[in-house]
């Protein structure tokens, strides 16, 4: 393929959107401001009604994205696990709460509906007839703190494999690939708070090597640090998944899993490339970006990326359409390259 193929998931405005900032019609209107045809939706987010938009309003937003010349590729669900107090959903009710999401969507024009692990692979496989009759390309989103070699993630794969079907698939999101924390993680503290020169260069290292936290946290103290600046690493910047590692938080330390991500690329159509910050050199710190489109290339990989900002939580000094613009910028650089 010569041309990566974008997509943008308008969770990606959401900061603005949700405090009204922005409209509906707005992220599309930035969407296609952006250069990119395709997009995704977060269903419960968006979609007025949901789970059951009514006619008017789906032929209103369909018309709405015809307006800009828009493709609805993904639709994104939730397997709402805390619906009721005191018990999980029952197996019959992910199916028909899936069902119904994938007709909706398919009304919309959606090819993609992304769904969460919880969904199981059983139920999933179940489902491989109603995703077959509507034409939906079902999928699983691979979200950190999981990884590929994660159990119930192996079990969707040996899904795939047996069952070999256009049908199922997997999303992959990068939070999965992260190796720690963003850039601007501490761009919320005044300068004369902390040690931000001592706290970067701890950042860097934690990110890109396999220092224990201990070691770092007498870095932080033997190059000029304090106990406050320690106080801020550990609950900033050290996460991730080792014993007693800091759980609950957007991004992780994990080794990124180069053989995994190439082994699920074959069933996936589409995935998230999730990320916080990308610098004005397109540069992402936190993500590997390089070594998985080199995969991606190599692979001849012929889905879509979605660009998935959710750096705006973590800095006050950039824009959401900044940032996604310069991720697109990032992507296409990388993949003429390789």
Known sequence: MDKLKHSITLFGFCFRYMRGEY??????????DLGIDGFEIVAPQMIEGHPSPSQYWMDSFVDLYKKYDLTPVCYSIYVDNGKHKGRFLTEEERIVSTINEM?????????IVRSQDALLPKTMEKLLPYAEELGIHLAIELHGP???????????????????SKHLGIVMDYSAFSSGAPATVLDKFPDDVCHKDILHKVRKLYTT?????????????SEGGDDLDVIIAKNKIF?????????????????????GFRRLLKWSKYMHGKFWHVDDDL?????????????????????????????????????????????????DKLWNEQ
Do not use: W
Request: charged share 30%; glycine share 8%.
């Open 209 to 221: 090597t396999e220092i224990p936290e201990d070691e770092l946290v007498q870095m932080i103290l």
């Open 103 to 111: 007709e909706y969507a398919k009304r919309m024009g959606f090819s």
């Open 283 to 331: 540069n992402c710190d936190e993500i590997d970006y390089p070594g998985f489109v080199k995969i991606m290339k190599k692979e001849n990989y012929k889905g879509y990326i979605a660009t998935e900002y959710e750096g705006a939580g973590f800095s006050p000094y950039y824009k959401d359409d900044d940032q996604i613009a310069l991720h697109l910028r990032m992507l």
């Open 23 to 32: 409209s509906l019609e707005d992220v599309l209107r930035k969407t296609k």
């Open 146 to 164: 999981y990884s590929p070699s994660t159990p119930i993630f192996q079990e969707y794969e040996e899904l795939f494999e047996r069952k070999n």
């Open 239 to 259: 996460t991730g998944l080792m014993p007693g590692g800091k759980m609950g938080t957007i991004y992780y330390r994990t080794h990124p899993d180069y053989d």
